[in-house]
């Protein structure tokens, strides 16, 4: 049981870092370099909102 709840955090982190770095190169074609990352579930898809801090 420990073991089968280690690979669901596994995934979890897994996915996250992949969100984490598509967000990141995605807004490198943006002006601004700081953002803070949210991630929502809509029409079936993740996806990114970008609020520009500067």
């Known amino acids: 049981m420990i073991f089968f709840s280690f690979r669901i955090l596994i995934v979890v982190v897994v996915v996250f870092v992949f969100l984490?770095?598509?967000c990141t190169a995605f807004q490198r074609s943006l002006t601004c370099?700081?953002?803070?990352?949210?991630?929502?579930?809509?029409?079936?898809?993740?996806?990114?909102?970008?609020?520009?801090?500067?």
Request: charged share 15%; with cysteine; glycine share 4%.
């Open 20 to 22: 984490k770095l598509f």
């Open 33 to 54: 370099s700081v953002y803070i990352f949210t991630y929502q579930w809509r029409d079936g898809r993740w996806y990114c909102h970008h609020y520009p801090a500067c």
